[in-house]
């Protein structure tokens, strides 16, 4: 006799140990979820936009965000939360551009989770209208199921990994506000089709917007800094609105 549906037994079933390991996911996430609102109503209380850069290992995250970074200095209030297993490398090249930043180590953990994000944030003395851009642990899966609190979660995607990916990784690609194919430098040398990937995106998200660049050559940044003004004067019509 199956104990969850009662039947006679006759189809697969789930070991009692799996059993238990999804309840104690579902509750993990649950509990996540809690800590994620709590980061939201107190970004959204000081107007603090918070974005979410998730990518493969080495897909370019920090390099991006050290470009970003430099080319507005002076135009926007930012800090930088660094999710990685290991190491305070990433936090320091932050730094290293005159940036705040927090480095979280995960350990054993392959993503960042919104208790951790939560405890990073109040270490930034940030002003109103302040830029948080959270860098996750590289890793196309498990971050896509943790909510931190973020306004916008960008996913990255270099040209060395393969224009496939937002199929083999949906869960990532499905909720992404906006698709970023980076070091398109090195085209000329790969396989990569950027009109495939661009429709593989959006056959997850019809709605998505992809914008291909190079934090090295300098290449398609125009488009990523015009979102980001486009964010920052949507948030001045709410707050006029308010
Ligand atoms: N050619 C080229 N190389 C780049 C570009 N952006 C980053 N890289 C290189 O790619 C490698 C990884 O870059 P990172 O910025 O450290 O990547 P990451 O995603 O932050 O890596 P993790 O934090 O380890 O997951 C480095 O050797 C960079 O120099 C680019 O636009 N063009
Ligand atoms: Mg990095």
Known sequence: MCESCGCSGEHPHLHQST???LQVEENLLAVNDRYAQANRK????RGIQMINF???PGAGKTSLL????TDLAGQLSCAVIEGDQQTSLDAERIRACGIPAVQVNTGKSCHLDAHQVGHALVEFDLPTGAWVFIENVGNLVCPAGFDLGESKRVVLLSVTEGDDKPLKYPYMFHRADLVLVTKIDLLPYVDFDLERCTEHARRLRPEVEVFALS???GEGMAAWYAWLRALALQDLKSVSTA
């Open 19 to 21: 059993l238990r390991r």
């Open 42 to 45: 107190w970004l959204a209380e």
């Open 54 to 56: 998730m990518a493969s």
């Open 66 to 69: 050290v470009k970003t970074l």
């Open 215 to 217: 934090a090295k050559s």
